[in-house]
């Protein structure tokens, strides 16, 4: 297919006991994975070579952001209203509780290990919020429906918004920009300029204008990628595929 990335043919292939009960699979830029089990609330963690080295059991449901620092993994509970940030040992480092100074947070996007961006349902509110002074920065208007929201992302002034079967690009003033139907949509992701969408089975990258498709494996249920190249779960197993 045009545009898709080239990588070997070689792959790793660790069996994960817990892998068929997987919400979400990550791959730190270390060559660790983590399953996050939505079944009974955990997050585990394991080496390239499948052995277990951390898990934490949660309370609420968690969003993953990111673990491709594991020094500063980032969570979001949109049922405990709070923000959490974990080591590579899967502690607790830090916990932000957001109902004080909120309505009710539908998403959050942590820009950094200092400023937060919050969509505030209530309110119909994008906020930037500085979590380390407990500031907000910015606050603008931003009253579009969030039914069926899965992921945002906020960069260079634009807000990145994906629906389960939509991305959508808006400005801070709320004018929709771009829009395009995606299938299966579950995350986004930036890394560096680029702006990565995740469906079940597809990674695409959004370049501004368009969406390029970088990797795909239709019998996959969940994909994820690292600096090396890109992880899918697939039956109870999860390949590594490292780029050329």
Known sequence: ?????????????????????????????????????????????????????????????????????????????????????????????????LSPNFGFVTAAYAEDLQFAWLLDDSSKTLIQYNFRTNAVINSFPFNISLTSLKDFVVYNNRIFILRENSFEVYNTSAKLLYSTAVDNARKLRRHNDDLLIFTGSSIRNFDGQNLLKIFENPDAKIVDKNSSGFLALIGDKVYLYNLK
């Open 1 to 97: 297919m045009s545009g898709i990335l080239i990588f070997s043919q070689k792959q790793v292939v660790i069996s994960l006991l817990q892998a068929k009960d997987a919400q979400e699979i990550l791959g730190d830029d270390y060559g660790n994975i983590y399953i996050y089990s939505k079944k009974d609330l955990s997050l585990t963690k394991y080496d390239s070579l499948g052995k277990q080295t951390g898990r934490l059991m949660m309370t609420f449901p968690y969003k993953i952001q990111s673990v491709s620092n594991p020094l500063n993994i980032v969570l979001f509970s949109e049922n405990a209203q709070e923000i959490k940030f974990l080591d590579q040992n899967l502690n607790e480092i830090q916990k932000i509780n």
